[in-house]
């Protein structure tokens, strides 16, 4: 650690004058807004057309119809791809809501995070990273940080937007409108990667060197709310290579990225840890419900084929073994890499995940049963999310950018 410092007064302040917008934009008008910016492939014009209509042109003229455009369906610039039709303002299909950011030429999505119908993802690479928001449904981009040296991981809650910075080894905060600068909450001495957070506390991850290697700077830190003190002595584990991380009420949920990784959760309370998984291959990313908690084993390059890879979820009362949802043995498409990964809340319900090696969007039961199914094939999806009935991606490569379809 190098410093840390307290952000309370910066935290009340962004309370008080960024609120929540919980608006779904169908129209809007470019550079309008608070903190609002527009470029690539979003456009907008006036807020007073008719509903079902949109001025994306900005000439003052409600001409399109955001309920059948499938280049703007349901707000100006959300496309429908792949040929899928809009209908009331939805995509059969696929639907982009946003492209191109920082720039088409170096999109490179990481992560994403929605918050109040709202989606906000990082990206980029070296120092030319950023961080944006855009309304479920599509419309403007509005960029929240520049100059961001490969942000990673991204948390939102009622104080504010918070993510890590991989290469610049810190964890960042802006408020939710952009309308102040980012400012730095923590700064350390190691690479930073996951970052969760809900109302009460944000955490994040750090590892002391490269991927699978353990040492002194591997952690789990807090950051208390409202006051913002961060926490670098929450959890300290010189025996792990911590990467991504969800949360419960009651713990903090966390992965080991080694070649015998573990799979861990942290009582929120007093920093006491139990393990609930050992001998993992390279789990990467993490995602929890009521009852179980979910993982992906994903090692990266090597001569071992596709062992060790795998979607697995282990009891969170620690009761009977962990087991396997998902391997490559269940598919038909070589060398899959699963990435990231999210769960939804129905006891009958899914696992999803993002597979960098196929590239695809797949889902699963939940308890394993039956086969997975390919929600989407193409591109390069990375950070996954579920909300309102819809499952969101980022990409990584080419232009960049949120895609949505229905569940």
């Not at 944000?202 to 002391?208: A, E, K, L, M, P």
């Not at 920093?271 to 009852?291: E, H, K």
Request: charged residues 25%; negative net charge; contains cysteine.
């Amino acid at each position: 650690m190098r410093h840390a410092f307290r952000v309370g007064l910066m935290l009340s302040v962004a309370v008080a004058i960024a609120p929540a917008c919980t608006s779904l934009l169908g129209d809007f008008a470019v550079g309008e807004g608070d903190g609002a910016s527009s470029s690539g492939g979003s456009s907008g014009g006036s807020s007073g057309c008719a509903a079902g209509l949109a001025d994306c042109d900005g000439d003052g003229e409600c001409e399109m119809s955001v309920d059948a455009d499938p280049l703007n369906c349901g707000a100006c610039g959300a496309v429908c791809l792949n040929g899928g039709t809009c209908r009331d303002g939805s995509c059969s299909g696929v639907t982009e809501i946003a492209r191109g950011y920082p720039t088409p030429d170096d999109a490179n999505g990481r992560h994403l995070f929605i918050y109040l119908d709202e989606v906000y993802w990082t990206a980029g690479e070296s120092a030319n990273g950023s961080v944006q928001k855009v309304p479920v449904n599509g419309g403007p981009v509005t960029l929240l940080a520049d100059g961001q040296n490969t942000p990673y991981g991204i948390a939102v809650n009622e104080h504010g937007v918070f993510w890590a910075n991989l290469n610049a080894k810190n964890i960042m905060w802006v408020d939710r409108e952009g309308a102040e600068d980012p400012k730095e909450i923590f700064d350390s001495n190691f690479a930073t990667l996951g970052v969760a957070a809900d109302d009460r506390e944000v955490f994040w991850s750090q590892r002391s060197a490269g991927i699978g290697m353990p040492g002194r700077g591997s952690l789990i830190g807090q950051i208390t709310m409202p006051d913002g003190w961060p926490d670098d002595r929450f959890h300290e584990d010189e025996r792990a290579s911590p990467h991504l991380i969800a949360l419960d009420e009651e713990f903090v949920y966390w992965v080991d990225r080694s070649a015998r990784g573990t799979v861990n959760r942290t009582r929120r309370s007093n920093g006491q840890t139990d393990r609930l998984a050992d001998n993992q291959s390279f789990p990467y990313a993490i995602a929890v419900d009521d009852a179980f908690v979910y993982w992906t084993n994903s090692p990266r390059g090597g001569n071992d084929g596709d062992a060790g890879v795998a979607v697995m979820r282990a009891r969170k009362d620690r009761a009977g073994q962990p087991e396997a949802l998902w391997t490559p043995d269940d598919d038909d498409v070589a060398h899959p890499s699963p990435d990231c990964i999210a769960v939804d809340d129905a006891e009958d319900g899914f696992v999803y995940w993002t597979d960098q090696g196929t590239p695809r969007v797949l889902r699963k039961r939940k308890d394993g049963s039956g086969r997975q199914q390919v929600l989407h094939e193409g591109g390069s999806p990375r950070g996954i999310a579920l909300h309102g009935g819809f499952v969101f991606w980022v990409e990584e490569q080419g232009a960049g950018g949120v895609r949505k379809r229905p569940l």
